[in-house]
């Protein structure tokens, strides 16, 4: 592979870029003195990302269709990553703002560790040097997320991303891009090495941090990705707990609220133990997720997600969900309460401010799946369906469902066809990197899919698995009168599944991806 440079460009120059497009801006002020562990304790609050990535991975997901021109469209930026486009509207979302987000979490994360060894490595600093390890590698995993094809027997050959390792003192710096495998060994490391150092013990709010359930959930969700099967379970136990079932969603008691915001503040509540690690980021997401022109539709819902069937029952069971009723157009979208739109005033006299919005990245119910995925892969069935049905038990608590059996997987998805697109199923062809190597295989994995997809709704997660399994997507638009007809499709190997680098951040010397 040819040798990839990027400028790195440690302050505007020029004012070349405004400032909220400060997407390289990634060396943290050089005049702070980070000097104190507690002030390395608070450089770390900034070692997250600020920007929210489910508005990017959402909607170029399946999870979206385009429904009719006589519904608004109420979010352009939502319309592009629909369409898998590279040219924005000027938003929090855009690119090049997410982008430069995860970049500036990465350089005060680097800033926190050389603090950290000027102020000589002492033990009562290693809890800190732990979260920034896990911070740095999470905001570099979700680069790769977005940006990067997804790991695979290839990746030696694929594009990664820059690996920031240390600040900057030079305003202009030349960094290989260097391949996917050595970006995910980079990952693979810092993890390592911070993953044993992390004490809940350091923070005030342990769930905005990387604490140690939301750490080993991380573990385990990257080494799923990684192909890391049994450190995915290893991992995952670890922020399961022994007693599994009491650290899981009390979805009763969400489903009992009576508004969908006060499910979203369940959702999102910091003592409810299913949630392991929240982020609170300025995006316009909670606004736009629930519906518009392009959003996930009862078309979706009904053959699909919410309410399609599945081995254990109807899922309406499972989940129900809100419906958004837009004017003169009623129930378009359908939605599962969990991104709420908050304002906060920065000029009281102006009423002027940001919306931003508060998110669970982790929770206990999604890394159970992934535990549940990771023993299908080394073809422990046994283990893989205590955890999906553990999973079933409690999102039917009170309510009636089958309990699944290898018989009954196969049964069910052997009777329904593969998905087309004017005849949806929950069953997609899925095209992997690794080897499907029988039916009962494919069988349990559309199994763990499909919970996932439902599980995991707004949140962006459908997209990495998209890519993980090589399923291809079509562009469907769905008329007042139910006519599917097809704008565009996604097949397994199309470069567009790596998002291409924003246009400004190209513009100052950065590889594009392929095209």
């Not at 400032?19 to 608070?42: F, G, H, Q, W």
């Not at 369409?83 to 855009?94: G, I, L």
């Not at 509540?269 to 995006?283: F, G, H, I, K, Q």
């Not at 565009?488 to 392929?514: C, M, T």
Request: with cysteine; aromatic share 12%; proline share 5%.
């Amino acid at each position: 592979m040819k040798r990839i440079y990027i400028i790195i460009i440690g302050f505007l120059i020029s004012g070349l870029f405004s400032s909220c497009d400060e997407y390289l801006d990634v060396m943290p002020d050089n005049r702070t003195t980070i000097d104190t562990p507690d002030k390395v304790a608070k450089l770390l609050v900034s070692a997250y990302p600020d920007r929210l990535h489910f508005m990017v991975m959402e909607p170029a997901s399946d999870n979206y269709d385009e429904n009719s021109d006589n519904l608004a469209n109420n979010s352009l930026i939502k319309e592009a990553y629909y369409q898998w486009r590279t040219d924005y509207e000027s938003t929090n979302d855009k690119p090049e703002t997410v982008f430069g987000a995860h970049y500036r979490a990465i350089a005060n994360a680097n800033l926190a560790l050389e603090s950290i060894e000027e102020l000589g490595n002492t033990p009562d600093l290693q809890k800190y040097r732990g979260e920034a390890y896990m911070a740095r590698a999470y905001a570099h995993f979700l680069l790769a997320n977005i940006w990067c094809k997804h790991y695979s027997t290839n990746s030696d050959n694929d594009l990664g991303m820059p690996y920031m390792k240390a600040t900057e003192k030079d305003a202009y710096v030349m960094y290989e891009r260097g391949t996917l495998s050595e970006f995910y060994a980079n990952i693979n490391d810092d993890i390592e090495a911070g993953l044993p150092l992390i004490d809940d013990n350091a923070y005030k709010v342990p769930k905005y941090h990387f604490n140690r359930k939301a750490a080993n959930a991380f573990a385990a969700r990257f080494n799923l990705y990684y192909g890391n099967y049994d450190k995915t379970i290893k991992y995952a136990s670890e922020a399961l707990g022994v007693d599994v079932t009491k650290s899981l969603r009390d979805w009763p008691t969400m489903r009992s609220k009576l508004t969908s915001d006060e499910q979203c503040n369940t959702y999102v509540d910091v003592t409810n133990p299913a949630t392991l690690m929240l982020m609170a980021n300025v995006t316009d997401y909670g606004r736009y997720y629930k519906g518009g022109r392009y959003s996930h539709n009862l078309y979706i819902a009904n053959n699909e997600t919410l309410y399609a069937s599945g081995p254990w029952g109807k899922t309406d069971v499972l989940m129900g969900g809100g419906i958004w009723t837009p004017g003169g157009n009623n129930e378009v979208g359908r939605f599962i309460p969990k991104a709420n739109e908050y304002f906060r005033v920065t000029n009281p006299i102006g009423g002027t401010g940001f919306l931003y919005g508060i998110h669970a990245v982790f929770t206990t119910d999604e890394i159970l799946l992934c535990r549940a995925e990771a023993y299908i892969m080394k073809q422990d069935y046994t283990n893989a369906l205590i955890d999906l049905n553990m999973f079933l038990a409690n999102y039917f608590k009170g309510r009636s469902f089958t309990t699944l059996t290898l018989n009954n997987v196969n049964s069910f998805y052997d009777g329904v066809e593969y998905w087309e697109f004017d005849k949806p199923t929950v069953k997609k062809r899925l095209e992997p990197d690794f080897p499907i190597v029988d039916k009962t295989h494919e069988n349990m994995l559309h199994c763990v899919l499909q919970l996932r997809r439902v599980l995991t709704l707004h949140e962006g997660l459908r997209w990495p698995d998209i890519k993980r399994y090589g399923i291809e997507i079509y562009r469907r638009k769905i008329d007042e009168s139910g006519v599917v007809t097809v704008k565009d499709r996604l097949p397994k190997d199309d470069p567009r599944r790596a998002f291409q680098i924003p246009v400004s951040v190209l513009s100052a010397g950065f590889e594009p991806n392929p095209r």
